[in-house]
């Protein structure tokens, strides 16, 4: 006798999968809030290094440094990553009428900047300071709003397209294009001396944490009620 099935959402990754992608990304950003808290010298003389040695590449190649700058301040800055996320949510609703999927894209987003809002006032780190300036940023340092905004705006963007059953060449391009802005501008960060290497690499741990957590609670509580 046949027995009936019934269609189930074409990718429903395990949640244990999930939780162990969660835990990968918040052991090293307890780890490395830690260091920074602590000030920990063999951290704290990496930043310094790094820092010196790429303010003197941007004081003499100000090509780059001006282009950097349009990148960090257009192209890659928190505000753009903002509005990419909206109209998605407006796609989702418009073309999908995935409500709920729209508020949770939405709230992960919101909550993503409240958490590096939080750890900037928490932690305090002063930001790199020159006698010759390239660039100014406002806030505290730690993390870096611009590559913990860009990796979760983008790392979300690319899991709507593999979601919704994106072609092969569209998905390696959108993970190309992702891997190299939330790259960039990190690089960007550090090289236009408003940054700490530390902060960004916190703002990449603490992105790809915030998705891995949006992640596990789609999948327990709005993926059931849609199968």
Known sequence: MHTPTV????????????????AAFAAPSVLLLVLVALSWGPLMSLDESIANTTH????????????????????WDPVTMRLLAAAAAVWLVWRHREWWLALWLAVT????????????????RERPAWPDPVDSAHYAAYPSGHAMTATVVLGLLVWLLHRYGAGPVLIRTALAVAAVSVMGVGA????????????????????????????????????????
């Open 109 to 124: 987003c919101a909550v993503g900047t409240a958490m590096q809002q939080a750890l900037k006032a928490a932690v305090g």
């Open 56 to 75: 003197g590449w941007a004081v003499d190649e100000r090509g780059v440094t001006h282009a950097f700058r349009i990148l960090t301040d257009w192209v």
């Open 7 to 22: 269609d189930s959402p074409p990718h429903r990754p395990s949640t244990t999968r999930t939780a162990r992608f969660a």
């Open 188 to 227: 960007t960060r550090i090289w236009l001396g408003v940054h700490w290497a530390s902060d960004v690499v916190a703002g990449w741990l603490l992105g790809g944490l915030t998705i891995a957590l949006a992640m596990l609670t789609y999948e327990k509580w709005l993926a059931p009620t849609r199968a």
